[in-house]
């Protein structure tokens, strides 16, 4: 049976197809059509999924659709007209886009699917956004059982959820809803420091080290009620997103001491102080949640989903402090996980198929689910272009990558399928040197073009985890935070509480500097070799040349741009910045070659422009 779950029009939009229980393909729009977050019907991710899936036409039982958006054009209009006149404004721009395209979603479906040649599903189906995510944070845990929480801005109504998941299915026992929103709350700060919403947050989280929480008491005294059970309630005095077009006001404003800074200005102690208060604000209200959760159900075991559940921050304390002995996290925990999420809710939920589960091994194949590229491929696409590049056996290929890294150089990492989620997990990934005290700052100002501030992510093997940091389990989707190991630390010199955000990124905090943050902590992804053999030997290679057996990991993209998909993205990427290396498949591209001539030069810059 072919099911394809599909989320889309809001932001992240994204395809999945589960054939008889199994995920076969997933991956989000973003990465085809090169436009970050994408919220447009995913009709490339779509065609992809059925490719990998050898679907044909008229093969598809179930189309099923991640929220309904019936319930969720409702809650819209309630809302407006519930604060007239003040949401008359947004309630007239929202409306004609509803009108004709979003209300429409059924019909836009079938002709999709019609004009990529694949026919019609047999049937249809909608699921609630949050069955959506608590059905990917659930189905494909390792857990037979466990409390659900999921966590966002808003689907329908619900913004927060509990359910208990047993065998094949969910049972809903709690919700929050609309407009009181622990991801609202956040991204309104996220917006009022200057950054994008729905793609800030990560910038956030990364400030708040920097600051203090000086204003988590005026947080809790003026915009949010916090109950014991976690439960919470907003002062919708100080927020905009209900009846504005604006995430915070006037009011919000004057709480803080002025205006929301300009985005692109430069960061200022108050917005570090504001990052760490909701940060901290933030963890206390899912920790609460999380205790909540436990003595409800009585489970062991605790899965999440929905954005804030990318809150790495968070989910360090809930594995350090929380109740729960397990704890597994959807890597795709966004809008994106939805198209997952809603094709296991009809394969268990709805059909009523079983499911078993080890207590040890998901099912999402390491996150593993998008398009691969094979050597033959790679190798006549760069032949064609007379692009220069030296070819390795799988053996050798680790070795020269693990060469490259230790000598120094930034190394664009392209291989196998690509990932699902907003982690680069190793195959789509830009890698570098832990070691080296200047590799951050390099790699922020050279290769990714961002804010110097933003910390990079160790990979690591995951048999030596335990020597670098203190955790005492796998982190394998780059989703929980933990502290570098005392004794490798260093004490910190110079200025540790001033403005200057570049000093203070350039202070050595460790023997692993590159990827230690300014709290002393990292974002883990541990490397199984079973899981991705080859990521695992490049590294592995990496420590016996070295002793150390973890590298940086970031993301194989500039900033605003997606992660890369296809070999040309990567030769775009590697050619824009100042990338040292490139690895396509067993593939080997030297930067230096690439630009041996003039006429070369000019002709991948004519070819790949500067936006």
Known sequence: MNILGISAFYHDSAACLVQDGRVVAAAQEERFTRRKHDPGFPLQAVRYCLAEGNVPKDGIDVVVFYDKPMTKFSRIAKTYFATAPRGLRPFLMAMPVWLREKLWIPADIGAALRSIDAG?????????????????????????SAAVLTLDGVGEWATTSLAHGRDNKLDLLEELHFPH?????????TYF???????GEYKLMGLAPYGEPIYADLIREKLIDIRDDGSFALNMEYFGFHDDLRMTNDKFADLFGGPARAPESDTT???????????????EIVLKQVNHAHKVTGEKNLCLA??????????????????????????????????????LHVWHQVQDN???????????????????FDDDEIAAWLTDRGYPFTTYSDEDLADKAAELIAEQNVVGL????????????????????????????????KIKYRE????????????????????????????????VREERCLPPAGDTEGNDLFARVSQPRSDIPAITHVDYSARIQSVNAETNPRYHAIIDSFAKRTGYGIIINTSFNVRGEPIVCTPEDAYRCFMRTEMDWLVLGNHVLEKKAQQSTDEAAASWQEEFPLD
Not at 128 to 143: G, I, L, M, T
Not at 181 to 189: D, I, K, N, V
Not at 358 to 372: E, H, I, R
């Open 181 to 189: 929103s622990l991801g609202l709350l956040y991204s309104a700060f």
């Open 120 to 144: 019609d599903a047999k049937a249809r189906y909608f699921c609630e956004h949050h069955q959506s995510h608590a059905a990917s944070a659930f189905f494909p845990s390792p857990f037979q």
């Open 452 to 483: 110097s501030f933003r910390p990079f992510a160790p990979s690591c093997v995951e048999e030596r985890i335990g020597e670098y940091f203190e955790i005492d389990r796998p982190s394998p989707y780059m989703l929980l935070v933990a502290q």
């Open 193 to 199: 420091t200057g950054f994008r919403v729905n793609s």
């Open 354 to 372: 079983p499911r078993q589960a080890d207590g040890k091994n998901d099912s999402m194949a390491g996150a593993y689910l998008g398009p691969v």
């Open 269 to 283: 102690r108050r917005e570090m102080d504001l990052a760490r208060s909701v940060q901290a604000v933030t963890e």
């Open 414 to 445: 392209f291989q196998g399928r690509m990932e699902f989620g907003p982690r680069a997990l190793g195959n789509r990934s830009i890698v570098g040197d832990a070691r080296s005290p200047k590799m951050q700052t390099v790699l922020n100002l």
């Open 306 to 343: 929905g954005g804030v559940a990318l809150n790495c921050v968070a989910n360090g304390r809930i594995i350090r402090e929380g109740p729960f002995e397990n704890v597994w996290i959807q890597p795709a925990a966004g809008d994106a996980g939805g198209a997952l999420g809603a094709a």
